[in-house]
């Protein structure tokens, strides 16, 4: 019998405060994170004979990470089971528990409040040194509990995965891949800090400029908050004068006019007053249809693609969205976050270009690295896509200058490769549309034979009509409406109506009519039996938006859900594969990341021949090992930063990247 090791941390962010662990159904045992007087977990863990069980990844992860612990051997994560049992059920341990054991929590739970996390609601995890010894023993109690409702739930959801048909799926595909992305996660993404510093100051600059202009032209005080959803309302869709609060300096110079400050009172230091603010008067957008998509559900939406999509002719409303907002948000979720979040790493040695490659004798030395570590979501999504957080790497933008430079951020001896238009490809193969299928076979570009289609000739790559083409590719997988077109192509910087955004895929029906007829018979197939299988077999349970529904949308949501999961879960399955057997056939080029339809590998000592690039090229085009109507098409290319791929030293190269050599 196999010994299974049950596992749980309970750590402060970057301590590690408690382990607890047990060995097969024997007692629980805690240590403190920096205490393993025994060894015995340590070599537990390393044993690459012992089975690992924990819930998501972030447990071996932080032994990786932060205490430099060997993990090796089969890991099984207990929410990636639940997922594949039931994609639609909520993931976290608690819920898990409840459902499949009927187990609720006796010990009392940590909360976050203030961004800090507490345990009992006083005592936090930051300042557990001095904890009392008693509130010490109830959160080692609570830890003990948390392992034990583990084993519980994993002995639960093995007999029901036992008594199911995805048992041999799960252990031939999900079981691996978690192994996968957890060495995946561990090594990171190299990135340079002073470039990044660099882009962040000239963007801040950007950003602070879209601003000013935003204020200049609407006469806004500098008590105006562009970021305020409730403010930006009042502005937006006032059509008279708003008054907005604020408070003035009494020695201010010179103090503001009455017919643009009204005074309320006279304090000792300060006027009380308001602002009297010009609304710009434009028609209310719709409500948010998700409370977390604005403020104050039932008002009007203040968000980029509800703007764009009904005002995206008015100029300020662009410089908001499309400027403005657009540098804040680069700002705030990747160049100033990524200095906080880079670990530091390796040995002071000589550069890549100091190498000597000549001798017999291969000498790898590696510069110090400054790396990203993110956390890739093996059960992120429903469809079987990966999704990424701290940070979220598949945000990061990848067209026009700014994208580029953001990803030039990340430098070092990368191998970054991604599919031509595999979603299109899977669309093409499951339909079998005549036009499709000559497109990929015979090496034509779909999205600028979608925009002849619709606008009556063929752009070239630059031509914006491409883009509008690509949307309107993607908007049938994903199974888009002509108001989420519009609004998707306005974000872009291509404002669209509804009304012609329905043209566009009115055309496009008729264009691809085989591609249509496809869809329809899934979507009919999907409301009888509840659900659609991928290319893998994995099912996608829709029942709930299908059937029995009394809501007109949610039907139609549904009916969205099915060629997108159909399409989208198989170019998942297909990806997963990939990476499962890159990774066994290709251990000196560890994989950093998986991007959408992108693969990224680093590699060290001498760079990789071209008949082995060719080898790994063959493995992403072949290795899924499914018969396809119509060929994939992968290139890697070497690069020295993530900005090259497609313009570094070009694909199947024998040379060292110019930027790399001596």
């Not at 830890?143 to 583990?150: G, Q, W």
């Not at 009455?258 to 009172?265: G, L, N, P, S, Y």
């Not at 404002?495 to 012609?500: E, L, R, V």
Request: include cysteine; aromatic fraction near 10%.
């Amino acid at each position: 019998m196999t010994d299974v090791l049950f596992l749980d941390i309970e750590n402060d962010g970057p301590r590690l405060l408690l382990v607890g662990a047990a060995l097969n159904d024997g007692p629980v045992q805690v240590v403190d994170g920096d205490n393993d007087p025994a060894g015995w977990l340590e070599t537990m863990v390393a044993d690459p004979a012992v089975i690992k069980v924990t819930q998501s990844d972030h447990d071996l992860r932080h032994f990786l990470m932060h205490e430099e612990w060997t993990v090796a051997g089969p890991w099984q994560d207990t929410k990636v089971m639940a997922w594949v049992l039931d994609e639609n059920q909520p993931l976290d341990q608690e819920s898990l528990t409840k459902r499949y054991v009927g187990y609720r929590y006796k010990v009392k739970r940590l909360n976050q409040m203030g961004g800090q996390v507490y345990f009992d609601h006083r005592w936090r995890l930051d300042r557990y040194a001095s904890w009392p010894a008693k509130v010490k023993a109830d959160f080692a109690a609570y830890n003990v509990e948390d392992v034990e409702t583990l084993r519980l739930l994993w002995t639960t959801l093995m007999k029901e995965l036992n008594g199911s048909e995805w048992l041999p799926y799960w252990q031939a595909e999900e079981v691996p891949y978690s192994s996968v992305l957890l060495r995946m996660e561990t090594r990171g993404l190299p990135i340079n800090l002073a470039k990044t510093k660099v882009l962040a100051d000239e963007v801040r600059g950007l950003a602070s400029a879209a601003e000013a202009d935003l204020r200049s032209d609407a006469g806004l005080p500098a008590a105006f908050n562009l970021n305020s959803p409730n403010q930006l309302r009042q502005y937006l869709f006032t059509k008279g004068w708003f008054q907005l609060a604020d408070s003035l300096p009494m020695d201010m110079d010179p103090l503001p006019g009455d017919d643009v400050f009204a005074i309320r009172k006279l304090g000792r230091t300060l006027i009380h007053g308001h602002w009297i603010v010009k609304g710009r008067g434009l028609k209310p957008t719709s409500p948010p249809r998700r409370k977390d998509r604005d403020d104050d559900t039932g008002q009007p939406s203040t968000a980029s693609p509800e703007l764009l999509y009904k005002h995206g002719s008015d100029p300020w409303v662009q410089k908001l969205c499309l400027d403005y907002r657009r540098h804040t948000k680069l700002l705030g979720t990747y160049l100033d976050k990524f200095p906080r979040i880079a670990v530091h790493s390796g040995p002071p040695s000589l550069t890549v270009a100091q190498v000597d490659w000549s001798g017999d004798e291969e000498k790898v030395w590696r510069t110090p690295t400054t790396r990203i570590y993110g956390r890739f979501n093996q059960t992120g999504t429903v469809t079987g896509r990966l999704s990424s957080s701290d940070p979220n790497l598949q945000n990061i933008p990848s067209r026009r200058e700014m994208g580029k430079r953001v990803r030039g951020l990340f430098e070092g001896q990368l191998i970054i490769g991604d599919y031509d238009a595999l979603e299109m490809r899977l669309m093409a193969h499951f339909s079998q549309d005549p036009r499709l299928l000559r497109v990929f076979r015979e090496g034509q570009d779909p999205h600028a034979l979608t925009a002849k289609a619709v606008f009556g000739y063929e752009p070239d790559h630059d031509d914006p009509k491409r883009d509008i083409g690509k949307t309107l590719n993607y908007a049938i997988g994903y199974g888009a409406g002509a108001k989420r077109i519009a609004q998707t192509l306005s974000l872009a910087g291509y404002p669209t109506d509804q009304a012609t955004a329905k043209e566009y895929l009115d055309i496009i029906q008729g264009f691809y009519g085989r591609l249509y007829r496809w869809k329809a018979k899934e979507e009919w197939n999907a409301k009888q039996t509840g659900y659609i299988n991928t290319i893998g077999g994995r099912a996608r349970r829709l029942g709930g938006s299908l059937q029995g529904v009394a809501s007109w949308k949610q039907l139609q949501y549904g009916l969205r859900q099915t060629t997108n999961a159909k399409v989208q879960g198989s170019a998942a399955d297909i990806l997963r594969r990939v990476m499962l057997k890159a990774d066994r056939e290709f251990p000196e080029l560890p994989m950093l990341a998986q991007i959408h339809d992108e693969l990224l590998w680093e590699w060290s000592g001498r760079p990789p021949s071209a008949e082995r690039l060719r080898e790994l090229q063959n493995v992403c085009e072949r290795g899924h090992g499914f018969d396809l109507s119509v060929p994939l098409v992968f290139e890697p290319v070497v690069c020295s930063d993530w900005s090259q791929k497609g313009e570094g030293s070009g694909p199947l190269t024998d040379e060292v990247p110019a930027a790399l050599g001596p």
